[in-house]
């Protein structure tokens, strides 16, 4: 007959909690030597992005690991379990890491996992939400007022419409050093616009305290005000996340958000981040038509490739130019 262990005192620490709880024998395996905090003890590590926003690790898995190593330990730790073998040298776990990020062998980086906390504008979260991996908690806006706090610009940083993609703003307007004031008028007279719209904000307070309910009132309000969330995720998606967002593809807004997670992590789970870099972010990746033009010119030909889609054509021109082919 099993009987039921009695509750730990409200006060009782966890180790206090008898190890024969609910009839199963707890074997507590003490580590072999002395653990480590990846995060210095800190309960969070935070980078200020623009005049509002942030982006804070506010907690990892692991946590702890053996002195002298780092958080990637937790990768080679799942890896080994494959063959059977327990903890190498640092150098040889190094090696590992690099060859499973090589060869796609990921699903020991999701082992890891790490919570930041971000106050971002709307239209920035609107984009990082797309990441579905992720677990996510925001600020309701339903419940609590939105805080006055919008994202704006600097002058200098007032991008023009690009003529090549649809998706993005290239140029800089005035040519960084105003040299054309017509175009600085168009920049000064977006700030003002932006300006404008978070005038309205005071009419939101108003409505509010009129008795107008929060979940309508919010519904005035610019894409440029900000929120919050909590945004844990696996370190094979944030990888994936950083991929994407950190490209010169992605928005400028997001990538600043993107490099500071990149500069939190860096030192967190160092060598999985410098092999990332040199397989992923620093690496060009190569087509079948790209590698046989690579191929062509080695051989005396002109290096063209072997399509007629101008897109195609102009991102081979972009990595022939990195590559200087
Ligand atoms: C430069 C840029 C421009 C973009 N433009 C647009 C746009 O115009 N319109 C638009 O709508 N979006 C746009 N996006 C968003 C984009 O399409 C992706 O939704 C976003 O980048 C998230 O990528 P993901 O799905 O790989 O990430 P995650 O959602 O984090 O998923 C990671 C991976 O998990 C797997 N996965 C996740 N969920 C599922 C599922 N339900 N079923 C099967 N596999 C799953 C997939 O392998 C996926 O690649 C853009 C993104 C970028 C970077």
Redesign the pocket.
Known sequence: MSVMAKPPAASAHPSDIPASAAGHAIVRVPAEGPLVDVMGGAIRHEIKIHEHGFIALVDAMPRLVPEGQTADAAIVQAARVSYGQGTKKVSEDRGLIRYLLRHRHTTPFEMLEFKFHIAMPIFVARQWI????ANVNEYSARYSIVRDRFYTPTLDNVRKQSASNR?GGEEKFGGGGGENPGELKTAEEFLTFLGDVEGMYERYIKLTEAGVSRELARIGLPVSVYTEWYWKCDLH?IL??LS??MDA??QEEIRVYADGMHALLAGIVPITMEAWRDYELEAVHLTRLEAAAIRELKSGGSGALASDNKREQAEWDAKRKSLGL
């Open positions: 797309r990441h579905r991996t998706q998606n994936r996340f994407l967002r593809h992605a």
